[in-house]
């Protein structure tokens, strides 16, 4: 579990396809990353903790002076966007027990691809609209939370199919963010205490009905 507080941005190094047959069918076709973690502290980091990588929970194979390894099956490059090439990510270590939730709870199973339609800057703040899959709109609500390519936001309108966010000035200092530009795609998780009301009402009214 993580708040989609970004704790660094990182950078992907080596990408690297699995063809070891040791490793299971599911993991053919999949790749493995060497991620160097930027900012973020490695030393309370062991291998099989998780990590977030541009809103995507990813598993710890290997540690090796500031930088960590983990593989992707075929599965999840299907269902997430920009982990199959080097570049720059969003990192942040899974939540303890003791932290504080400075964000929402952020599950790291990214629910569906986002493109930027327009970024509009007013002074240093900066608004930007994203089209959404049409199965997610309806968990994405105005002063609800959103998480883009790992970093927790809050949604100023929704409208037609899109919604727009702002980003301070903060947020485009310490994340990814503010590489995007029109027609730029990214990783999105709906708030997961939507999902399960709407997941909630819809086994209640199935049962009235019945």
């Not at 992907?12 to 973020?40: H, Y």
């Not at 982990?83 to 952020?106: F, I, M, Q, T, Y």
């Not at 327009?118 to 105005?142: D, H, N, Q, T, W």
Request: proline share 2%; net charge negative; hydrophobic share 40%.
């Amino acid at each position: 579990m993580f708040t989609g507080i970004v704790e660094a941005v990182g950078e992907i190094k080596q990408v690297m396809p699995l063809n070891d047959a040791k490793l299971g069918e599911g993991m053919a076709g999949g790749i493995r990353l060497t991620i160097e973690s930027g900012r973020m502290d490695l030393s309370d980091v062991k291998i099989g903790d998780s990590i977030a990588v541009n809103g995507v929970c990813v598993t710890v194979a290997a540690l090796t002076n500031g930088r960590f390894t983990v593989d992707l099956s075929r599965e999840t490059l299907r269902c997430t966007y920009g982990l199959d090439r080097p570049g720059s990510v969003n990192l942040e270590k899974a939540l303890r027990l003791s932290d504080r939730l400075g964000g929402h709870l952020v599950s790291g199973h990214v629910d569906g691809i986002g493109v930027v339609t327009k970024i509009e800057r007013a002074g240093e703040s900066c608004l930007i609209v994203i089209r959404a899959p049409e199965a997610l709109l309806k968990y994405i609500a105005k002063k609800g939370s959103v998480t883009m390519n790992g970093v927790s936001l809050t949604v100023n309108w929704v409208s037609a199919g899109e919604f727009g966010v702002n980003l301070i000035p903060h947020t485009q200092s310490v994340t990814t963010l503010c590489e995007l530009e029109d027609g730029s795609k990214m990783n999105l998780e709906i708030d997961m205490l939507a999902r399960y009301v709407e997941q909630i009402l819809s086994s209640k009214l199935t049962t009235d009905a019945g």
